[in-house]
């Protein structure tokens, strides 16, 4: 079973306020993956890992912004939110390259106001 | 533009009825993942196919990865309500992109 945690699962927070979404994974990864996802749609990737300090964006466009400061530990910051950025944010890991599977965590559902 | 297309976007079936869900590509993919989601949670893998034209059984699932490399089926037979989810496809590619694309997913419903 997979061992990759998120936090919030979920977020109701006015516009303007800045959010830390944490994921953090205990298998020793050293790739991880952020993806946004509306209900029931695809995943578009924000923001990708292949190690510590290394941090690249991915094809969403993203105003949000990660660090890699740990293996484990892999979060996503929000300066300051907008109803916009309303959505689940999805975290994942994998312990391959590009064929290897994908670890999600449950995911953290952000609501801006 | 979606770079892996899936259909049906949304389906609706009885249980017991056979279905197919396709994911289709103009690109060529080193190996093809299908996943499926239930609400609340993240993505979980299904199955890998690497090999063109490679079949694959999972159960009730069988998974089919095109000749070219540019398509995948899932066939689901005898449905039953557990397989009610969001059906997801994704492809990685040979060169130049250094993480899965992800398909636009079906939405599959099985009514008891």
């Known amino acids: 079973e997979a061992d990759i945690y998120q936090t919030p699962r979920y977020l109701v927070i006015g516009t303007g306020k800045k959010i830390t979404l944490e994921c953090s994974q205990t298998?020793?990864?050293?790739?991880m993956y952020w993806y946004q996802q509306d209900p029931g749609m695809e995943l578009h990737l924000i923001h990708y890992s292949y190690g510590v300090n290394s941090t690249e964006k991915g094809d969403l466009s993203s105003e949000s912004t990660v660090s890699r400061i740990r293996t484990e530990h892999f979060p996503l910051t929000l300066e300051s939110a907008r109803p916009s950025h309303t959505s689940q944010y999805l975290c994942a890991s994998s312990s391959r390259g590009e064929t290897g599977e994908l670890f999600f965590g449950e995911g953290s559902r952000l609501t801006v106001l | 533009t979606q770079l892996l297309e899936q259909s049906p976007q949304f389906l609706s079936i009885q249980e017991g009825e056979n279905l197919t869900v396709y994911c289709n590509s103009s690109s060529v993919f080193s190996s093809l993942q299908w996943y499926r989601q239930e609400p609340g949670e993240g993505p979980v893998l299904l199955v890998t196919?690497?090999?063109?034209?490679e079949v694959k059984k999972l159960k009730r699932l069988t998974f089919q990865f095109g000749d070219a490399r540019k398509d995948s089926s899932l066939h689901i037979t005898a449905a039953q309500p557990g397989d009610t989810g969001l059906y997801l496809c994704?492809?990685?590619?040979?060169?130049?992109?250094?993480?899965?694309?992800f398909g636009s997913g079906t939405r599959l419903q099985v009514q008891p």
């Open positions: 298998m020793g990864h050293d790739k």
């Open positions: 196919v690497v090999t063109g034209g």
């Open positions: 994704a492809g990685a590619q040979y060169t130049g992109r250094r993480a899965l694309t």
